[in-house]
């Protein structure tokens, strides 16, 4: 610790850094948080324990697990790596890929939202959980799924088919991004990225990520529906129409 710089004791620190003095004994156990320096019996810190206590609190509301941030800071105390880069890089990561956030709307801008108000409308919504009821005011989870639902149904499929392949698509695609996720944190620890830039990696990833996603599901889906009908599955498939004009 450097000579005249402030120092205090774990109380004294607690109170300067508004941590209980049992989390900062937490942290130091989790090795998140460096030693302090011992005169005697007595445990001194100074001002980058209360930095370094700051920088905790910050990445504990960016959501990383005490055992993630212990190694965070080995890297950073090793001079690995730089905390502002890295902030840079996990701002990126966050950043929202579907551009579909949760929205708390009134029964009157539920309707809007869906538009429509056919009646049952409502009930449907909640028990499919495109919706979701809270007193007077309704929770709509994914508002760009509802409206996809609602154009659905206006073509003919009801909500149940479509929540249903929603899960079908949500389980697929959950496998497909941690198999990509595990591909890349391997390419990049073989050394095969030609970058240390992560965050505007992650800048040019999203966009070109979706492009390609729309590209590969587009083509996979004309080759499946090519095969539907050079099957004859497609021929098989019951004709409304066709049997409500025979009836008359």
Do not use: C
């Not at 810190?45 to 370094?52: I, K, S, T």
Request: no cysteine; net charge positive.
């Amino acid at each position: 610790m450097p000579e005249g710089a402030a120092q205090y004791t774990i109380d004294e620190l607690a109170a300067q850094a508004q941590v209980p003095s049992r989390t900062i004994r937490f942290y130091q156990s989790k090795g998140a948080l460096m030693a302090p320096e011992i005169r005697g019996r007595v445990a001194f810190y100074g001002p980058a324990h209360v930095e370094r206590l700051k920088l905790i609190a910050q990445l504990q509301d960016r959501g990383l697990r005490i055992d993630a941030i212990r190694d965070l800071m080995a890297s950073i105390d090793k001079g690995e790596l730089d905390v502002a880069e890295w902030l840079g890089v996990e701002q990126q990561v966050q950043a929202p890929w579907a551009n579909d956030q949760p929205r708390t709307v009134t029964e009157a801008e539920l309707y809007e939202l869906a538009g429509s108000k056919r009646p049952g409308l409502l009930g449907d919504l909640i028990r499919t959980k495109l919706a979701e009821r809270h007193g007077d005011v309704y929770i709509v989870k994914s508002p760009a799924l509802l409206v996809a639902a609602m154009k659905l149904e206006a073509a003919g499929l009801d909500f149940s088919a479509s929540a249903a392949a929603a899960e079908i698509l949500k389980k697929h695609m959950k496998r497909m991004v941690g198999d990509l996720l595990d591909f890349f944190v391997r390419h990049v620890a073989d050394g095969h990225v030609g970058t240390d830039d992560y965050a505007a990696l992650f800048q040019a990833l999203r966009p070109t990520a979706m492009d390609s996603i729309r590209v590969v599901f587009g083509r996979e889906m004309e080759h499946g529906l090519r095969k539907l009908v050079e099957s004859g599955t497609l021929a098989q498939l019951p004709a409304r129409a066709r049997k409500a004009k025979k009836k008359r």
